[in-house]
């Protein structure tokens, strides 16, 4: 066991006698080794307190990627881990709350919440895994999913065009917007390490794969190493962000404006220095 | 002069690797290659069989989903 790694898990995990429940190849374990990584070099270098870091997830396959992490987490309904990450950080103003949600998770199901939670520039850290489709029921279309893509719910092509999750942050006003993709490992680290330091909301889409349901049936290759090659080939590096034949990676925005928690919090001194208010 | 490589040793955890082979895919140098041990997860083991080739890069480390790969350095007293 890797002992970088291994300071940072839980009990059994640390011991090296439970394996993650990711299949064999996926890019969430991968995604779960740069965060470990990032933290342990924001801890070395400036002192970064991780006594007060929040996991939130959701349901899917990203919702398991911090489980065997041995910081506070907390599993919320399907869609809804931003609604229970705001509450977080509203309660706690001080915490570092991150999100570790799914592309279905998060723009299917939970999309009034994202787009909500980026309006009120809450400060929280969203890591959106992006596989393409539903990986944990089965591999059903997604609203990321490429047009004409072969699912288990589209057979003859996916009719519906994709949706740019980083088009859609940048256009309602978030803070820190950037995609990566999981072979570029370096740049990921230094993204999630901008993220944790960030102050207003922050949205890294990381595209990940899923060697089962979308190496099989939506790119056409099995080999978790060769999806990690076709990644680099349909990517380009810009900072406007795109989602089509070519998707562009990058760090789109990177700007800071007044967050909702100050906000709120300053709201709720005011009334009790006023006294005008019943306890 | 050739550089004299300072890690000594590429271990594969026998119970956490679940045999995806990037890391036999992913190795600039093709330090790995697949050996015919099966591992408890019921697949064949990577090996790191020429480890006198490894650059030192860290990718297999980086990359391993399962976290089963641990790069063993020496000290550096050598060379």
Redesign the interface.
């Known amino acids: ?3 970088l ?2 300071n940072y898990l839980r009990s059994e995990y640390a011991q ?2 439970r ?2 429940i ?9 995604i779960l ?2 965060f470990v ?1 990032a933290i342990d070099e924001l801890k070395r270098e400036d002192g970064f307190d991780d006594s007060k870091l929040y996991i939130v997830t959701g349901i899917g396959c990203s919702g398991n990627i911090p489980v065997p992490l041995k910081y506070n987490i907390i599993r919320a309904l399907h869609g809804r881990a931003l609604s229970v990450a705001t509450g977080v950080k509203l309660v706690r103003p001080d915490s570092e709350v991150v999100v570790f949600a799914g592309d279905g998770d998060l723009l299917s199901i939970g999309g009034n919440h994202l787009i909500h939670t980026i309006r009120r520039n809450v400060g929280i850290k969203v890591i959106l895994v992006n596989n393409m489709l539903y990986g944990m029921t089965g591999g059903q279309v997604a609203p990321t999913t490429p047009m004409e893509a072969i699912t288990h719910t589209t057979p003859y092509g996916n009719p519906e065009p994709p949706l740019d999750a980083c088009k859609l942050a940048v256009s309602l006003g978030a803070t820190y917007v950037a995609r990566w993709v999981v ?1 570029l ?1 370096k740049q990921c680290i230094q993204s999630i390490k901008e993220l944790l330091l960030h102050r207003g909301f922050g949205l890294l889409e990381c595209l990940s794969q899923c ?1 089962v349901y979308q190496g099989r049936y939506v790119i056409g290759i099995d ?4 999806i ?1 090659d076709y990644y680099l080939k349909i990517t380009v590096v810009s900072d406007k962000p795109s989602y089509g034949d070519k998707i562009t990676i990058g760090k789109f925005v990177d700007y800071e404006r007044p967050t909702y928690e100050e906000i709120m919090w300053s709201i709720v001194n005011k009334a009790r220095e006023g006294g005008n208010y019943e306890a | 002069m050739r550089r004299r490589s300072i890690v000594v040793k590429i271990d594969v955890d026998k119970y956490l690797c679940k045999g995806c082979y990037i890391c036999v895919d992913k190795c600039p140098t093709k330090v790995f290659e697949v050996s015919s041990v099966i591992g408890d997860y019921g697949i064949f083991l990577p090996e790191a069989r020429h480890v006198d080739r490894c650059v030192d890069c860290g990718i297999c480390e980086l990359y391993c989903p399962d976290y089963a790969i641990t790069i063993i350095r020496s000290g550096g007293n050598e060379a």
């Open positions: 066991m890797n002992p790694i291994q090296g006698k394996r993650t990711f299949c064999p190849g996926c890019g969430n374990g991968i080794g740069y990584r072979p490992a060697p080999r978790p190493s060769k990690m």
